[in-house]
């Protein structure tokens, strides 16, 4: 499994708002700048964003966007599950019933089930609010498993 630029450009994006939930609307254009990101790829994780009700859009001078909810309650990954689709790290734990015909007999299956479980566990357990303490408090290499 690797995370694409539009995955990791989407949490940035998200951590932008989240450190300046108190702003109010805060424009494409800015978070471009600040983020170094063009704002033409920003307008595309934005509209997976918006239709995933992350993000409240403002349109006019005053426009911009805003997170719909606290930074506490967004996880890394279901900013990475709308971004990227499926965190599984292989095609037969797509779906939710293994399609598989060597599943029953499989003896690697159960490595990748427990690496899926642990990779939702983890990125579902830190949320944005999470990852702006951590940085003040330590900087920002502070993720060790």
């Not at 330590?138 to 060790?144: C, F």
Request: aromatic share 6%.
């Amino acid at each position: 499994m690797k995370i694409s630029t539009k995955g990791r450009y989407a949490l940035r994006m998200l951590l932008d708002l989240a450190e300046r939930k108190n702003d109010g609307f805060i424009s494409l254009k800015e978070i471009a700048e600040r983020q170094n990101i063009s704002k033409q790829y920003l307008e595309q994780i934005v509209s997976l964003l918006h239709t995933s009700n992350f993000l409240r859009a403002n349109r006019g001078k005053q426009g911009g966007y805003m997170l719909t909810k606290a930074p506490s309650e967004v996880t890394v990954g279901q900013v990475l599950r709308i971004t990227e689709g499926s965190l599984v790290p292989v095609a037969c734990l797509e779906d939710e019933a293994n399609q598989c015909n060597r599943a029953a007999g499989c003896k690697t299956l159960p490595i990748w089930t427990g690496l899926h479980k642990v990779i939702n566990e983890y990125l579902d357990g830190i949320t944005l609010q999470d990852i702006m303490d951590r940085h003040d408090r330590q900087g920002a290499d502070s993720y060790i498993i």
